[in-house]
């Protein structure tokens, strides 16, 4: 048999393996660029840019906040030291840049201040357990935020003498709305409560005259209590709380009109479920009715600002492969595309009358940088050369590929080529598979740095697949459902007909597969090895392996019951034919498990059990556990040795040599 396999692996012409270009290493030095922030007047733009540090006991991206003419002639980093600068945001008057950090004595995240010609800048803010997000007012002499609840004296009592343990679901630290006055530098500042009880506030926004604050809450901060979201308004100098919009399910978001007379906001309708479905709504200011405006494309909108007139609506939503910017009027008619052409457009911002919009810009060719236009005619500037300087090597180009699936459907996803792809060659082929299950593979840059090094594949002679299988954001809401009490099924024939398509090209060798992904990705690739032998190797990151264990231990114990129709005791059946660790028996392929320590959302044991059973069985595997990790890798060592390791295992179970810098360094 492994004499059979050699020859097939052989016969797959194979380039020479490049000892320079991209790499892991390569890649984790590109730098982020944030959302963007646009003076209300359009003549300025900031923006964050995050820049890894890895030296040393350093792995962490520093994140520092620029400012950019509209009109292109200036762009100058503004905010300096050790500690991060986010969240940047100019005052009404233009005279001000606010943004988070915790370079304070007290290491906590709170909101400073900065004259747009320069000086020092000012603390605002002295909360306690640090500020979560903020807003100016529109006169500009108060900011709202919000702070969670900060342990009491009985808390830290009980901690020191070893009485702190813990009730589940009857101790929450909830997020509450405060208004700080902005006086001299060397006064103290006034501080308001607005908000207090057993609920969480979660966004919120100022009244035109600065009279009111409207925001949206939930019952307590878990994840879990999302469907219980609705929206109230307070006295921004203090009162009672008002119930505004208190429909089952989720209602969230609220955005007041310029003109004061209406507040948007997002709702599923009084139908919550763990797809997604929802639309943009309006109800007048002083209470009423809420009237649903039309149903965008997706039916994912993220309300981004109102018209300068009041008479629409910004918002972002995926569109197939890309990520837009739309308009939709408040009269009533179909939603208009603000940011035309290809890539990715997102971050983005408006001016005060809604003629301007800034935005980062991205295609799967060309690195994330930050833009500016008119809304009516779009006509992007780019303003930033955050990438200025770093090493460009050729990259493997991508295109768009559809295809259809078993039953016919239609099924769309992103092909990367090998780089110098030669036609009428055949490459190794890497099926990257895609969170959520509804997340969206875009036309973003592909040399970012990530989990999956999109480029350092391409570079070591894989074509890398990205299909956007039943299930997906950006194909609508019937697509987005299609998958509902039916993983792994139909979205792998969906998959599973992608590969035969990139074979059918020429491009792929039928004997030469290798699969991986993350979260939902990591559940589709454990399932995957369940039902074919046609990969030679897989890794399976954070991945859902055992669909009864993950629901008595993640943070989301709802998702799913509402995805199968019911709890696990009620259709245990179900829940078996669904679950990789139940099929373990069937798997032969090599195997790699991926984890982070801390991850609440796909609990570290979802991977043990699947590891535990693969070396049971003498199935080639190894798990590596990532400390300090949630459900996703923050720290830049970390995303490049996942890449690195990866890489290792496809290249070692594929017969092929590793290239300088890969995994196995310290």
């Given at each position: 048999m492994k004499l059979i396999i050699s020859i097939l692996l052989l016969s797959c012409s194979f380039p020479v393996l490049a000892q320079e270009g991209w790499t892991p290493e390569a890649m984790i030095h590109y730098k982020r660029v944030g959302s963007t922030a646009i003076s209300g007047d359009g003549r300025l733009v900031a923006y964050t840019v995050s820049t890894p540090l890895l030296e040393g006991e350093k792995s962490e991206y520093q994140t520092h906040i620029w400012i950019a003419r509209a009109d292109g002639t200036t762009n100058r980093q503004f905010t300096f030291g050790d500690k991060s600068c986010i969240n940047p945001s100019f005052s009404p008057d233009g005279n001000y840049l606010a943004f988070t950090s915790s370079r304070g004595a007290d290491g906590k995240n709170q909101v400073w201040i900065m004259r747009l010609t320069g000086g020092e800048a000012r603390r605002v803010t002295?909360?306690?357990?640090?500020?979560?997000?903020y807003r100016w007012s529109p006169d500009g002499s108060r900011i709202a935020y919000t702070m969670t609840d900060p342990p009491g004296d009985d808390d830290e009592k009980r901690k020191k003498e070893k009485r702190d343990w813990k009730v589940a679901d009857e101790e929450y630290s909830h997020a509450h709305l405060y208004v700080v006055r902005i006086g001299e530098a060397e006064q103290?500042?006034?501080v308001q409560r607005l908000t207090g009880g057993n609920f969480h506030v979660t966004s919120f926004d100022w009244s035109p005259d600065g009279t009111f604050i409207a925001f949206s809450h939930q019952a307590n901060p878990t994840v879990d209590v999302w469907p219980t979201t609705d929206i109230s308004i307070v006295p921004s100098d203090s009162g009672a709380v008002r119930s505004m919009v208190a429909m089952r399910g989720s209602d969230s978001?609220?955005?007041?009109?310029?003109?004061?007379?209406?507040?948007?906001?997002?709702?599923?309708?009084?139908?919550?479920?763990?797809?997604?479905?929802?639309?943009?709504?309006?109800?007048?200011?002083?209470?009423?009715?809420?009237?649903?405006?039309?149903?965008?494309?997706?039916r994912r909108p993220g309300i981004i600002a109102w018209s300068g007139d009041?008479?629409?609506?910004?918002?972002?939503?995926?569109?197939?492969?890309?990520?837009?910017?739309?308009?939709?009027?408040?009269?009533?008619?179909?939603?208009?595309?603000?940011?035309?052409?290809?890539?990715?457009?997102?971050?983005?911002?408006?001016?005060?009358?809604?003629?301007?919009?800034?935005?980062?810009h991205q295609t799967s060719e060309t690195p994330p940088e930050v833009a500016v236009s008119g809304t009516r005619s779009f006509k992007p500037r780019?303003?930033?050369?955050?990438?200025?300087?770093?090493?460009?090597?050729p990259l493997g180009k991508t295109e768009v590929l559809s295809w259809k699936s078993k039953d016919g459907r239609e099924i769309e996803g992103l092909l990367t080529y090998p780089v110098n792809y030669v036609k009428g060659r055949t490459y190794p082929l890497v099926l990257n598979i895609h969170g959520g299950p509804a997340g969206v593979f875009t036309q973003s840059f592909t040399a970012a740095s990530g989990i999956?090094?999109?480029?350092?594949?391409?570079?070591?002679?894989y074509a890398v697949l990205r299909p956007n299988p039943r299930g997906s954001s950006g194909y609508g809401k019937e697509f987005r459902f299609a998958n509902v009490m039916d993983w792994g099924?139909?979205?792998?024939?969906?998959?599973?007909?992608?590969?035969?398509?990139?074979?059918a090209l020429g491009i792929a060798h039928p004997d030469s597969l290798v699969v991986c992904g993350w979260s939902y990705g990591g559940y589709m690739t454990s399932f995957i090895v369940t039902k074919t032998d046609r990969f030679k190797a897989a890794s399976v990151g954070a991945g859902v392996t055992n669909l009864i264990s993950f629901v008595g231990t993640a943070d989301i114990p709802s998702f799913l019951p509402d995805y199968f129709g019911g709890e696990f005791w009620d259709r245990q059946?179900?829940?078996?034919?669904?679950?990789?660790?139940?099929?373990?028996?069937n798997i032969t392929t090599p195997t790699q498990i991926i984890h982070g320590e801390e991850d609440k959302r796909v609990p570290l044991s979802q991977g043990s059990e699947l590891y535990v059973a693969l070396k049971r069985r003498g199935i080639p595997t190894e798990m590596i556990m990532y400390p300090r990790t949630p459900h996703g890798p923050q720290e830049p060592k970390f995303i490049r040795d996942i890449g690195e390791r990866i890489l290792a295992w496809f290249n070692r179970h594929l017969g092929r040599t590793r290239t300088k810098g890969m995994a196995g360094s310290r």
């Open positions: 002295r909360a306690k357990n640090g500020v979560g997000s103290e500042p006034e978001n609220p955005l007041y009109s310029p003109d004061g007379q209406w507040i948007a906001f997002v709702s599923d309708g009084g139908d919550p479920r763990w797809p997604g479905h929802n639309d943009v709504y309006i109800i007048p200011a002083s209470g009423g009715e809420a009237r649903k405006l039309a149903e965008t494309h997706d009041s008479k629409g609506i910004y918002y972002s939503e995926t569109d197939r492969t890309s990520s837009r910017v739309f308009s939709l009027p408040v009269a009533g008619g179909a939603p208009r595309v603000v940011t035309t052409g290809t890539g990715t457009f997102g971050g983005a911002d408006f001016s005060k009358d809604g003629s301007l919009m800034s935005f980062i780019t303003l930033s050369n955050v990438h200025a300087g770093y090493v460009q090597y999956y090094p999109i480029q350092a594949f391409a570079q070591e002679g099924f139909g979205d792998y024939d969906d998959d599973m007909a992608g590969v035969d398509k990139v074979i059946d179900v829940y078996i034919r669904h679950s990789a660790i139940y099929h373990a028996g």
